[in-house]
């Protein structure tokens, strides 16, 4: 399958904040799919290619079995873990702070771009990349 626009799944605990997600994605020229939990998600991403997963670290705790399973059986899936809520941004299994700013739909955005251009020290990583915005 030859496609041309990034494909970003999004789990958020929030819809209102999933739809502002998706909004904001979509105007950046992503195709963006989203799923209402853990088990959407599995299901959506056994059927299809996705580039990246944007979860919010809420559904990520609610279920980490099945994030878990979800990064081992797709192990070069990259999964943006973003607070959903004010705090620090920073890499997981990562030290390096990415942003002190609270997050919003372009802080996620960019830290998307970060994981999709693969540039600098995660562009090394071939394990399940994990990063928190």
Same mark, same amino acid.
């Given at each position: 399958m030859n496609r041309s626009t990034t494909r970003i799944l999004c789990v958020d605990s929030s819809p209102r904040r999933l739809r502002e997600l998706t909004d904001a994605l979509e105007r950046a020229g992503f195709e963006v799919w989203t799923a209402g939990g853990?088990?959407? /998600?599995?299901?959506?991403?056994?059927?299809?290619?996705?580039?990246?997963?944007?979860?919010?670290?809420? *559904?990520? *705790?609610?279920?980490?079995?099945?994030?878990?399973? !979800?990064?081992?059986?797709?192990?070069? !899936?990259? #999964?943006?873990?973003? =607070?959903? /809520?004010?705090?620090?941004?920073?890499?997981?299994?990562?030290?390096?702070?990415?942003?002190?700013?609270? =997050?919003?739909?372009?802080? #996620? /955005? !960019? /830290?998307?771009?970060?994981l999709l251009l693969g540039e600098g020290p995660m562009s090394k990583i071939r394990e399940p990349q994990f990063i928190a915005a």
């Open positions: 853990a088990s959407d /998600a599995v299901c959506l991403v056994s059927g299809l290619h996705f580039d990246v997963v944007a979860i919010d670290q809420s *559904s990520a *705790s609610a279920r980490p079995d099945v994030w878990n399973c !979800l990064a081992e059986s797709h192990p070069t !899936l990259p #999964i943006l873990v973003h =607070s959903g /809520a004010p705090r620090t941004s920073m890499l997981c299994r990562n030290p390096q702070v990415i942003s002190s700013e609270p =997050s919003t739909n372009h802080e #996620i /955005a !960019l /830290a998307l771009l970060l």
